[in-house]
């Protein structure tokens, strides 16, 4: 058992590139988040998705998108990059909205 | 607004004394309430969790938070420092206006730091 496993751990992208983070839970959780950690800010949240087809926006979703065409997978891409969105990035999933959610181990990203 | 605040951004105790990380909250209805710690460079890990019930709960790595709902608090606390302990510790909160979807309120986060 895995568990959340995100990829890559670590990526620079220059201003204007995009990407897609990778994260994939395979413990059959119907419920997925995306968060961004800040310095001294604690954790925002992206995006979530309560089950496969099914995504909606947490409090900063500006400049990022997600899909979730399967309950394991919930890739958030970032099309246009910016110094702002320079962050760690954290996956989590649970099995239902009101369980404890796991986190993976985070995904660094530098814009530059 | 909800929120969760974690008044001191670091807290400092010599092993083998006790520790108390601090939490407070502000949400309308019932307080789901979590700990989670966060190694260097890792994600974060569940502690535990208050829903209902015993005001006191117990917790891994010998860790339990009390719940005071007169004072709106959920400090983190542990008999015996260990210096393994020292990490980064949040507090969260579910966010009471968005129904079922488990949408969780952060505090910053506490840096804890054990010294032998």
């Known amino acids: 058992n895995a568990g959340v496993t995100q990829t890559p751990k670590f990526r620079i992208l220059k201003i204007g590139q995009s990407m897609t983070l990778q994260c994939t839970q395979d413990?059959?959780?119907?419920?997925m988040y995306w968060y961004r950690q800040d310095p001294g800010m604690g954790l925002k949240l992206i995006y979530y998705?309560?089950?496969?087809?099914?995504?909606d926006k947490g409090e900063v979703p500006n400049g990022y998108n997600v899909s979730r065409s399967t309950t394991e997978d919930f890739p958030l891409r970032l099309e246009l990059a910016a110094p702002s969105q320079t962050s760690v990035y954290f996956c989590?999933?649970?099995?239902?909205?009101?369980?404890?959610?796991?986190f993976g181990p985070g995904t660094r990203l530098l814009v530059l | 607004a909800q929120s969760v605040a974690q008044p001191e951004d670091q807290v400092n105790v010599a092993e083998g004394n006790p520790l108390t990380v601090k939490c407070t909250y502000s949400?309308?209805?019932?307080?789901?309430l979590f700990w989670y710690v966060q190694y260097p460079n890792r994600g974060l890990q569940f502690l535990l969790k208050?829903?209902?019930?015993?005001?006191l709960v117990k917790g891994s790595y010998g860790f339990e938070a009390e719940f005071n709902k007169s004072q709106t608090s959920f400090h983190l606390k542990k008999p015996s420092a260990l210096v393994s302990d020292s990490a980064l510790y949040f507090c969260?909160?579910?966010?009471?206006?968005?129904?079922?979807?488990?949408?969780?309120?952060f505090g910053q986060g506490t840096t804890l730091q054990v010294k032998p």
């Open positions: 989590a999933s649970s099995y239902k909205g009101l369980e404890t959610q796991y």
């Open positions: 413990m059959n959780h119907n419920y």
């Open positions: 998705s309560v089950g496969a087809g099914i995504t």
């Open positions: 949400v309308s209805g019932n307080p789901y």
């Open positions: 208050y829903i209902t019930g015993d005001n």
């Open positions: 969260a909160v579910r966010d009471t206006y968005s129904g079922n979807t488990g949408k969780l309120i």
